[in-house]
């Protein structure tokens, strides 16, 4: 099994005509995504060709949805039309909107937050690399890929990932298969300070997987949400989890790279939040070299099997 997506689940790629989103949704139809819209308003009617996939374009998200049946849509819409092309997807009732766009401004996802509240529609991002289901072919092919993460460093199995920071994440991937240990699913949920879907979040789902027999857990300084997350660890999952938090050496007040990355309270600091991941019983990684080794000590531990 898998969270979010499966190898069948199909999507539409808003800005599929951009040079970013149109690069992305060739790299995702070469892993053996179902894409099967694209949305661009006014270019309805023209089709997105890529070897021996022509994909359909439409005006708009509800005309794709009502044409193909897609459930899900990634976000490559520049910044100043990221908030409304997610709640876009929003009002055409997808089940996940996948928002890779960065630098929306904080007041438009403090908006789209606020008219999210009471629907059906998840949001992951935004600023995040996606999320992937590895699938069982050459290079993990015939899984679903949606946004930027690389897709041959993936490896189908039981392990899931997931991050605000998008190289770590494929990092912890590539130790992973490195040492044949595959992926049930890979996310990253970015960096800004107002996104759609947490650490616990993702986490709840891997624990309700019977198929993610361990986890990573990677995050960074600022905010609370892997301190939370650790915590629920405690009182609930009996799976083995490693953590890696970045930003050790960060200089206390300063922002460092997301946006979100700002330390501002006690429990903000990387020093911080290892002390409660130990606390907590999570692996700690020292260094990001070290994240899936620290998964396999945690699994040995627990005499669980990751591959």
């Known amino acids: ?33 179902k894409v099967v819209a694209g949305v661009t308003p006014g270019k309805g009617g023209q089709f997105f060709e890529h070897k021996e996939h022509r994909v359909p ?64 529609t998840r949001l992951v991002g935004p600023n995040c690399p996606g999320v992937v289901t590895p699938g069982t072919g050459k290079d993990s092919f015939g899984g679903c890929r949606i946004g930027i993460a690389p897709g041959y460093i993936h490896k189908k199995g039981h392990v899931g990932v997931v991050s605000r920071s998008g190289t770590l994440t494929y990092e912890a991937v590539f130790q992973l ?49 892997e301190v939370e997350a650790a915590r629920w660890i405690k009182a609930n999952v009996k799976k083995p989890v490693a953590g890696f938090i970045a930003g050790a050496t960060a200089p206390a007040g300063r922002r460092m790279g997301h946006a979100g990355a700002i330390v501002g309270g ?11 991941f130990k606390e907590c019983g999570i692996e700690v990684a020292i260094t990001p070299s070290d994240m899936a080794d620290a998964l396999l000590r945690s699994a040995k531990a627990k005499g669980v099997k990751l591959s």
Do not use: W
């Open 1 to 33: 099994m898998s969270i979010l997506i499966s190898p069948e689940t199909k999507i539409l790629v808003q800005g599929i005509t951009g040079d970013f989103g149109g690069r992305h949704a060739k790299l995702s139809l070469d892993y053996g995504t």
């Open 57 to 120: 374009i439409f005006n708009s998200v509800a005309d794709a949805v009502k044409a193909t049946g897609a459930t899900v849509s990634v976000v490559f819409v520049p910044p100043p039309f990221a908030g409304d092309a997610i709640l876009e997807g929003v009002d055409a009732g997808l089940e996940l909107v996948v928002a890779i766009t960065e630098g929306i401004p904080v007041k438009d996802m403090v908006r789209v937050k606020r008219t999210m509240q009471g629907s059906k």
């Open 177 to 225: 298969t490195s040492k044949n240990i595959g992926q049930s699913t890979c996310v990253g949920i970015g960096g800004d300070p107002v996104n759609g879907t947490s650490h616990l979040d993702v986490i709840k789902m891997f624990n309700d997987d019977p198929e993610t027999h361990g986890i990573i857990l990677i995050g960074e300084i600022g905010g609370n949400a």
């Open 266 to 276: 006690a429990e903000d600091t990387a020093e911080a939040k290892i002390a409660v």
